[in-house]
């Protein structure tokens, strides 16, 4: 296997790339309009296409949970070059993303996107900001809440109102709404009351950083790591009763006013001095979470011009009308680019990762 940095076009014909995505969804996400299962078929479906325009040869694989160990043995039998890793969850569970790359792991087959212990701990959200803390990456103060007694203790901790909800082992902005910034402790003791109810889950309770929104595509591995252009959150069709923030009817209800009022544009009127402390910061986060070939870090901004961490995605999404993919439009990759470079950047990491012995 070659380490160079890209595959000529003459090479690529003779290598197969597998596309596995999961069929078994997000009950949350399959449950709003607009949003099914034929969707997140469209997507995959999109990718294989994509690996196929840039030269690959490639095939479309659905898994779930009940069926994992036989479609990733068969998929072992085909030996392929590269799976392309599209699974999000199993079962309904998107704790259980790590399954699909430990197996592949065990198998030896080389895949692109994060191992498991990355996607573990990026959504442990508990065990993200700890290890950001650790390495002195700035990140808002918090508190994980387990139950009302959790809340109370809240007055004696060392936070700042507001406060923002979110559940400790999710994405997609599921469960947040404008009552999850919290302005006082009963605010949060009602929310988080109604949160836990629902979702069986912790949630992670930090301060609200008031200010611009920024993600931050990443691309690449080491020394090859490249930030694509910026992208901000435009809030300014916000209305004035309303936070300034993603929830989760702004990215799946187009009929809702946080849709309209959360509109990703390209980020402007940054001093270089700006620019240079979001990069490095997203770098930052990229590394210490042990983010592999590509992945997205959302900041905000606070009025000193600070970067703070609020998100580290290593698994987002690549559909081709995706946050990510419009970045990589920005930065000079059409979508086949983007999806051949990210199958040539994790051959290339595989390459230079020495396999244990077997004796």
């Known amino acids: 296997m070659s380490t160079s940095t890209s595959i000529s076009p003459a090479e690529r014909g003779s290598r197969t790339v597998l596309v596995l995505y999961n069929c078994d969804y997000d009950e949350e996400l399959t449950s709003v309009e607009g949003v099914d299962e034929s969707a997140v078929k469209l997507a995959a479906a999109a990718v294989v296409e994509a690996v196929r325009g840039y030269g690959f040869q490639s095939e479309l694989i659905a ?20 799976v392309f890793n599209l699974c999000e969850s199993l079962n309904g569970d998107a704790r259980n993303e790590v399954v699909v790359p430990a197996v ?15 996607l573990g701990m990026c959504l442990h959200k508990e065990r993200c900001k700890e290890v ?9 103060g918090y508190r994980i809440l387990h139950s009302a007694a959790d809340v109370d203790a809240l007055a004696a901790a060392d936070l700042r109102f507001p406060l923002f909800l979110k559940l400790a082992h999710e994405d997609a902005s599921i469960g947040i709404e404008e009552s999850n910034v919290c302005a006082d402790v009963d605010a949060v003791r009602v929310r988080a009351a109604a949160m836990l109810e629902r979702y069986r889950m912790p949630l992670v309770c930090e301060e609200f950083i008031a200010g611009r929104e920024v993600n931050v595509t990443l691309l690449g591995n080491g020394d090859e790591l490249r930030v694509l252009p910026l992208y901000e959150i435009d809030f300014r069709d916000m209305p004035d009763d309303r936070p300034n923030i993603i929830s989760y009817a702004a990215k799946w209800d187009e009929s809702h006013v946080d849709y309209e009022g959360t509109k990703p544009v390209p980020m402007k009127g940054v001093t270089p001095e700006l620019a240079a402390a979001i990069e490095s910061t997203a770098r930052a986060a990229f590394e210490a979470m042990g983010l592999a070939d590509f992945g997205r870090v959302d900041l905000r901004i606070d009025a000193d011009g600070t970067p703070w961490v609020i998100d580290v995605n290593p698994n987002c999404d690549l559909s081709d009308d995706a946050g990510f993919a419009r970045s990589a439009r920005a930065g000079g990759l059409d979508y086949p680019d983007l999806i051949g470079r990210i199958c040539e950047v994790a051959w290339n990491r595989h390459a230079r990762t020495p396999q244990p012995r077997i004796d």
Not at 65 to 80: A, S
Request: hydrophobic share 35%; net charge negative; charged share 20%.
């Open 104 to 118: 592949l792991d065990m198998l030896r087959l080389p895949y692109t996107g994060s191992g498991p212990l990355c």
């Open 132 to 140: 950001l803390t650790a390495r002195g990456i700035a990140t808002p």
């Open 63 to 82: 898994v779930q949970g009940t069926d994992i160990i036989d479609v990733l043995t068969d998929v072992q039998r085909q030996e392929p070059d590269l």
